[in-house]
């Protein structure tokens, strides 16, 4: 079989091969400039002790971001929130509201100072699931989210939407706290995965 090995501008390489079959395969690259197909994996971190959980480093060519949550919880009642930012992070402007199903009840709140993924938190409540933030435009980022909190008799469903304030530059951050910022993390983990 052969084979194109293609170097990268600062490390490592790509690789590609010919399939072993008989016959002329063509593939055609479209016809546009940036990352394809691209998707990177953080390094999980513990959501066990804390105020906030903060990766930087994402690349300019990330268009979109996936916040995973691995039964994430604090001791406090104070909303998880998820903040993201260029260069430093983004505390306001934000246009956000999150709402959970629990039984026949519903809640909703609204958030100016990071995206919402629940109408409230509660110490008792322990949330799995993911979160989505998309480029829409030039350093402006949408948002959603749909999550699962399960609690000792009362699990809900959880669901965000939202859209940033316009950064500054490309995200290159993203942050999980709460909107008191004081309320501390003490189970599970969270990790992301950004793509160009």
Same mark, same amino acid.
């Given at each position: 079989?052969?084979?194109?090995?293609?170097?990268?501008?600062?490390?490592?390489?790509?690789?590609?091969?010919?399939?072993?079959?008989?016959?002329?395969?063509?593939?055609?690259?479209?016809?546009?400039?940036?990352?394809?197909?691209?998707?990177?994996?953080?390094?999980?971190?513990?959501?066990?002790?804390? !105020?906030?959980?903060?990766?930087?480093?994402?690349?300019?060519? &990330?268009?979109?971001? @996936?916040?995973?949550?691995? #039964? %994430? +919880?604090?001791?406090?009642?104070?909303?998880?929130?998820?903040?993201?930012?260029?260069?430093?992070?983004?505390?306001?402007?934000?246009?956000?509201?999150?709402?959970?199903?629990?039984?026949?009840?519903?809640?909703?709140?609204?958030?100016?100072?990071?995206?919402?993924?629940?109408?409230?938190?509660?110490?008792?409540?322990?949330?799995?699931?993911?979160?989505?933030?998309?480029?829409?435009?030039?350093?402006?980022? !949408?948002?959603?989210?749909?999550?699962?909190?399960?609690?000792? &008799?009362?699990?809900? @469903?959880?669901?965000?939407? #939202? %859209? +940033?304030?316009?950064?500054?530059?490309?995200?290159?951050?993203?942050?999980?706290?709460?909107?008191?910022?004081?309320?501390?993390?003490?189970?599970?983990?969270?990790?992301?995965?950004?793509?160009?």
């Amino acid at each position: 079989m052969a084979s194109v090995v293609i170097s990268g501008d600062s490390s490592g390489t790509i690789t590609l091969s010919a399939p072993s079959v008989a016959g002329t395969n063509t593939a055609t690259l479209p016809a546009q400039t940036g990352t394809v197909g691209m998707i990177a994996q953080g390094t999980a971190v513990a959501t066990t002790s804390g !105020t906030s959980v903060t990766f930087t480093g994402i690349p300019s060519w &990330a268009k979109s971001i @996936t916040v995973m949550f691995n #039964g %994430v +919880s604090t001791n406090g009642s104070s909303p998880i929130i998820i903040q993201i930012g260029s260069g430093s992070v983004s505390t306001s402007g934000y246009i956000s509201n999150g709402s959970a199903i629990q039984g026949a009840n519903v809640g909703a709140g609204s958030y100016t100072t990071g995206f919402g993924i629940a109408d409230a938190n509660l110490a008792v409540f322990i949330g799995y699931g993911v979160a989505s933030i998309n480029l829409i435009s030039s350093n402006l980022y !949408t948002f959603m989210s749909v999550m699962a909190q399960n609690g000792a &008799a009362n699990p809900r @469903t959880i669901h965000g939407g #939202g %859209v +940033s304030p316009t950064l500054g530059g490309a995200l290159d951050r993203v942050i999980i706290t709460t909107v008191n910022g004081t309320d501390t993390f003490d189970a599970g983990s969270v990790n992301i995965l950004y793509q160009g």
